[in-house]
């Protein structure tokens, strides 16, 4: 299966330094990219899939400073669900209640996606400055603290998408399609645990309240694309990139192992969703 939607053209090679003829560094970190080409940069530029909106600073990372600082509303509905669950999912069962759930999260993916593609052509478009200017340089480096990474490749391998097939289908199986206890009470669709005050505890953990799904499905974004066990999964997802061929979203998966104490049973569950509810043509 193969996921086509890429949006920008990994613009760093593996010896990009050697390469970059204007160089600025910035906490120890080299940014040039003269030697990258102005080809290349065109070709990105001029990619009709590109996100060419301008980067909104009040997008990505101030929800995900919101997420991590715990900043949620915590008021409950009459029958007990978090004030922002979706009163559309509420009542229904099987194929009635799955559909609902598809229907609400997928474009809540995209829109967290996009707000990742922004963040990416906007960190790849500096990259290619001969001159950076101080702005430029101090959001290259407030990405690589949020992104706790120390080096441009790192930074340009963690901000990338993650497919929509896959995200749908953990959202599934972690939230048994959004009437998971966590789901309707902390709008958490994807189980991540937390030492935060603000939190909803089982008998042995405790797990993140959200405000919104879509805060929980960038927060759960944020976490493949910084956690140290997932390092495989962005290494992956890099190399496809780099090839050009698209993104193998099963190939993808095999690499969440950590993700639940189940291991392959949990990577054949997501997998078997993906195939079973025919998210393989999801964009």
């Known amino acids: 299966m193969r996921y086509n939607e890429i949006t920008d053209i990994d613009l760093i090679d593996e010896d990009w330094k050697k390469k970059a003829l204007g160089g600025l560094t910035a906490a120890g970190i080299a940014l040039g990219a003269g030697g990258i080409g102005s080809n290349i940069a065109s070709s990105m530029m001029s990619n009709p899939d590109s996100i060419e909106r301008s980067y909104d600073d009040g997008g990505a990372a101030d929800l995900l400073n919101k997420i991590e600082n715990g ?4 008021g409950k509905k009459a029958n007990g669900t978090h004030q922002n669950y979706p ?3 509420l009542g229904l ?3 009635e ?3 609902a759930f598809v229907h609400k999260v ?3 993916i995209k829109q967290c996606n996009d707000d990742i593609k922004r963040e990416r052509n906007h960190i790849i478009k500096i990259s290619l400055k001969d001159h950076k200017t101080d702005e430029d340089m101090n959001f290259i480096k407030s990405e690589m603290k949020t992104y706790k990474v120390d080096n441009i490749k790192d930074l340009i391998k963690a901000v990338d998408i993650i497919p929509v097939p896959m995200a749908l289908a953990q959202a599934g199986v972690e939230s048994g399609w959004g009437t998971s206890r966590f789901a309707k009470e902390a709008n958490a669709l994807f189980g991540q645990k937390t030492v935060a005050k603000t939190n909803i505890k089982s008998q042995t953990d405790q797990y993140a309240v959200y405000d919104s799904f879509k805060e929980s499905i960038a927060s759960y974004m944020h976490n493949l694309n910084t956690h140290p066990a997932y390092e495989k999964f962005r290494d992956e997802r890099y190399s496809m990139r780099r090839s050009g061929n698209g993104f193998n ?6 690499t969440l192992l950590h993700y639940s104490t189940r291991g392959k049973d949990y990577v054949h569950q997501v997998k078997q969703i993906m195939s079973d509810n025919g998210f393989d043509s999801l964009g």
């Open 97 to 99: 209640l799955k559909d």
């Open 93 to 95: 069962q099987g194929d």
């Open 87 to 89: 009163d559309e999912l």
């Open 71 to 74: 900043h949620y509303r915590a």
């Open 106 to 108: 997928v474009p809540l």
């Open 249 to 254: 979203i099963k190939e993808l998966v095999n």
